[in-house]
């Protein structure tokens, strides 16, 4: 079965948007961690068969560059290396690791396709079974701080790490992780999102309500429990046919069904009593054995 990572892959890799700007755009956001020589020279590795053959379409596309994609598979997952040569996608994926202005976005659909070709390359979420997060890798702390404003700019500003000279832009909660799915086009995947964070908060509740229950249960065992060992103690100390009738039918019964529920108990008198005059009649039994 495909993991979350790998069909969110799937489905931004289907939706590309028209205008040549925002294809070109989401090549960026694919290729945000290729290196770039000062010849023009590109040098990527990719994740996945998606993102490796949409760029090689792209580059047709765009540049009327041909490149080739030597692939490797390792224990399921498929990567890619892509060599190949263009000054002008090398000067636009430069501007991510410089402090110039970027000039790539060049209308509103350019910043979601963009954001698409990140997700698409560099993103790996968690399963919609378990807490919303993902986190993007960038091999450039120059280009990890691009990003990280571009996301806050969208208003949702990522957590950072670096650790061995990768840094890690790190989203945790649910409504960031589903924003900028949504943003990225990513519909399907939102859905899959909220249908698990549904279940989750499903289950949760369910459990605790188990556990409300069993912790009630245990309650009134203990509760039970002291009761017979009251009633124990009156009959032990010959006190017991001095009692009142109630007490004493209320006392009885108590012996005979240690397991019962308050009201089961109250339903078995005759007449039957209520749960509130049950348990005032246990309070004098638990008062005359010193048990309370």
Do not use: W
């Not at 890690?168 to 698990?196: C, H, N, P, W, Y």
């Not at 188990?210 to 017979?228: L, M, P």
């Not at 019962?260 to 209520?274: F, G």
């Amino acid at each position: 079965m495909k993991s979350f990572t790998e069909r969110v892959r799937e489905e931004l890799a289907e939706n590309l948007h028209s205008p040549q700007c925002c294809r070109r755009a989401m090549l960026c956001g694919i290729l945000i961690n290729a290196d770039c020589s000062l010849d023009g020279g590109i040098y990527a590795k990719l994740s996945g068969k998606e993102s490796t053959e949409l760029v090689l379409k792209l580059l047709r596309e765009i540049y009327g560059r041909e490149a080739s994609a030597e692939y490797s598979n390792s224990y399921g997952r498929v990567s890619a290396e892509i060599g190949f040569t263009s000054e002008k996608l090398a000067d636009k994926l430069r501007e991510f690791s410089s402090e110039k202005e970027i000039t790539l976005f060049k209308c509103r659909d350019c910043s979601s396709a963009f954001c698409a070709g990140v997700l698409l390359s560099s993103a790996n979420f968690s399963s919609p079974e378990r807490e919303s997060r993902f986190e993007i890798r960038i091999n450039d702390p120059a280009r990890a701080d691009t990003l990280a404003d571009f996301f806050s700019d969208l208003g949702h500003a990522p957590s950072r790490s670096e650790r061995d000279g990768i840094s890690s832009l790190i989203f945790k909660r649910s409504e960031d992780v589903e924003d900028i799915l949504t943003i990225a086009g990513a519909v399907s995947s939102v859905m899959e999102l909220m249908q698990g964070k549904l279940m989750r908060e499903l289950r949760g509740q369910v459990n605790r309500n188990s556990n409300c229950e069993i912790r009630n249960i245990g309650r009134a065992a203990v509760a039970a429990k002291a009761q017979v060992e009251a009633i124990k103690a009156i009959r032990a100390s010959g006190r017991f046919p001095f009692l009142p009738d109630e007490l004493k039918e209320t006392a009885t019964l108590r012996e005979d069904f240690p397991e019962i529920s308050l009201s089961e108990l109250a339903a078995k008198h005759n007449p039957p009593i209520t749960k509130s005059g049950l348990n005032h009649r246990l309070k004098k039994i638990l008062a005359l054995a010193g048990k309370e």
